[in-house]
């Protein structure tokens, strides 16, 4: 069965340092959501792209966060530099473009900010 | 704008006994609405959908019901397992693709 793969599982980071996320979403499926999960907390919206556009990044906080997906398939995400408050799982999730949009979800890294 | 609220945890159940999760929604227009559940260490699974008014969503022994005259849609199972131990997330999505959730609740069945 198709998943959604994401990389690393976990990071270990100082803060001011740079990071990056990698996720590879399910063949064929032209969305993909970059969300992060805050210990404790749903998941929140941080990118959404179709294909390589980005269609909302209104909760990305740009100073520090970007995102892209240049080949319309898979997606990195960064931060430079990371804070304190940037700790918590970060969701990659997949959707077809058809009637459904059920969104399918990877495993998560886990960022730990030291 | 649209939100969730959703049952506070953590939830502890013995084996067999009845579950319920509550959960209500704000949106604008006619939201569809979604039960995830995580387990520990992996990401979130679809766990049933609903997206009109009336309809009951079900899987795995869970069921929900979208209430459009009480804004809710509260999760139930008549017996649930240990395996059943996990995070679940209510959500909606109105219009765009964006999901919204609620904070989530942590069930514990215990043996």
């Known amino acids: 069965e198709a998943e959604v793969a994401q990389s690393p599982r976990y990071k270990i980071t100082e803060k001011s340092q740079a990071v990056a996320f990698w996720c590879d979403p399910i063949?064929?499926?032209?969305?993909l959501y970059w969300y992060r999960q805050i210990l404790g907390q749903g998941p929140e919206l941080l990118v959404q792209f179709q294909d390589e556009s980005v269609v909302d990044d209104s909760q990305l906080p740009k100073d520090r966060f970007s995102a892209e997906r240049l080949k319309g398939v898979d997606s990195t995400l960064k931060i430079q530099p990371a804070e304190l408050g940037d700790s918590a799982m970060y969701l990659c999730?997949?959707?077809?473009?058809?009637?459904?949009?059920?969104?399918?979800f990877g495993p998560g890294t886990r960022l730990t900010v030291l | 704008g649209d939100s969730v609220t959703q049952m506070e945890g953590p939830v502890t159940l013995s084996e067999e006994a009845f579950l319920t999760i509550n959960c209500t929604y704000t949106a604008t227009g006619y939201p569809s609405l979604f039960w995830y559940v995580q387990y520990p260490g992996e990401g979130l699974q679809l766990l049933l959908k609903?997206?009109?008014?009336?309809d009951k969503g079900s899987n795995k022994g869970f069921e929900a019901t979208y209430r459009k005259e009480t804004t809710s849609f509260h999760l139930e199972k008549g017996s649930v397992q240990v395996s059943d131990s996990a995070v679940y997330f209510c959500a909606l999505r109105a219009g765009a693709n964006n999901l919204f959730f609620g904070t989530g609740t942590r069930l514990t069945v215990i043996p």
């Open positions: 999730a997949s959707s077809p473009f058809d009637d459904s949009n059920e969104q399918f």
């Open positions: 063949s064929g499926h032209a969305t």
């Open positions: 609903a997206t009109k008014a009336d």
